[in-house]
Each structure stands twice: as C-alpha cells, then as structure tokens.
C-alpha cells in the first residue's frame, strides 16, 4: 500500500510512518496542503490520510480536490468528531473519518477497507456476508433470492454495507439515504432500521448482523 500521510504534527507523522513502514507499506508525507499537491501530483498515491486542520488551508478543502484531480481515495485523521465535522468531510468525498487517537493496526485496516471499496468496479455486486446488493437494479439477495425491500430500505442496506463494519451516525445515514427529502425528525432512521432489520430476520440472514451502536448509530458486522 503507498500512503501519503499529511498532517503538520510532526511527532504523529513519525509515529505513523515508522509504524506503517514496519507494516511493509510505502509512506511518504507533507506537512501543508501546498506540499500535499505537490506529493499528490508526483507520486499518485493508492490512498492518503488527510489531517483536517493544516496551517495553510483545511483537510476538507485538500479532500476536494484530491477528489477532483486525481481522484485516489482519503481518510480523513482528526481530533474533531463531531457529527456535523464527520458530515462535513464526507460530503467533501472523504471515503473514511477516523478520530484521534487511533492505534496503528485500526488504521491500517480502515485502509485497507477503504482500498477494498474504491477498487470494486462500477456494476459489480456489493457482498457483504450473505448478501448481495446490486446497485443499478436496487436490488438486495441471499442465497439467490431477491429480498424484498423499498428503495429506501435498499439504499439504507447499501450505505451500511459500503461501511462493513463501521458505526454510521443517524445524521450520516440521512445525507446518504433521504438527501433529496431530509425528514423532520431522526427517529425516521430508527423506523427504517427496525422494518430493515425485521426483513433480513424473517431472510434468516445470519451475516451479517445489522446492530444499534449506543449514542452513535448503527453499522452491519
């Protein structure tokens, strides 16, 4: 894996650079956005993690544009984790937010998960555990059989299934399933959770699991 690690705390780009290096992983890093286009646009990176408050600019701004020219995947490292600044650097097209501190083999496989998703081509079925989600037909499947869910329950399926394994936010899950109409309340989450969870019961889906995080929200494991 070749990461490119910006972040203008030089004690944690040692630390995460030794510690990646040891991994086998090829780390190169920047201190500054200015540094960080210049490292972009000469080394191509496979994935960067993005500290969100640089001394010449911000990391979601820096998101956005590695998205835009050169398109690689970001994880976003910050000590902000906030709902509203984890929403903030998903919209910018940040594909993971990780709050600090982290240990090194958390990071390393949030990387690799990230890596797992971006290298999936378009149209190809998302698999996770029994299931099988195909986006173009809105479709979900086990086993062979269609299960059957509303568009809404399948695109709430996908989000979290695109996070295997990772705790979404109700304000998460309604940027990314009910943007064209925000609902009034949160608790439209939890109502779409329950009727979700109740139809993959009655599937006799075992994998994966669909689980309630307290004080956070929900995630497939």
């Known amino acids: 894996m070749k990461v490119m690690l910006v972040d203008d705390d030089a004690d944690i780009r040692l630390g995460f650079t030794t510690a990646l290096r040891r991994r086998g992983h090829a780390v190169e890093t920047a201190e500054d956005v200015a540094s960080a286009r210049l490292l972009a646009e000469r080394s191509t990176p496979d994935v960067a993690i993005i500290d969100v408050m640089l001394p010449d600019g911000d990391g979601f701004a820096l998101c956005r544009e590695i998205r835009a020219r050169w398109g690689f995947p970001t994880v976003m490292l910050t000590a902000r984790d906030e709902d509203a600044d984890i929403v903030v650097g998903l919209d910018a097209g940040a594909d993971d937010y990780i709050s600090k501190p982290v240990s090194v083999a958390v990071l390393e496989a949030r990387l690799r998960s990230v890596l797992r998703r971006s290298a999936r081509p378009a149209g190809e079925a ?23 869910l509303s568009a809404t329950e399948f695109r709430l399926l996908h ?44 599937a006799k889906i075992s994998s994966p699991q669909l689980e309630t995080v307290r004080g956070i929200g929900y995630r497939l494991r």
């Open 126 to 148: 998302l698999r996770v555990g029994e299931l099988e989600l195909l986006e173009a037909s809105v479709e979900a499947k086990a086993a062979g059989r269609v299960l059957p």
């Open 159 to 202: 989000e979290l299934a695109l996070n295997d394994g990772h705790a979404l936010s109700r304000s998460r899950l309604i940027d990314a399933v009910w943007a064209q109409s925000p609902p009034d309340t949160p608790r439209v989450v939890d109502t779409a959770v329950q009727r979700l969870r109740a139809k993959l019961t009655a």
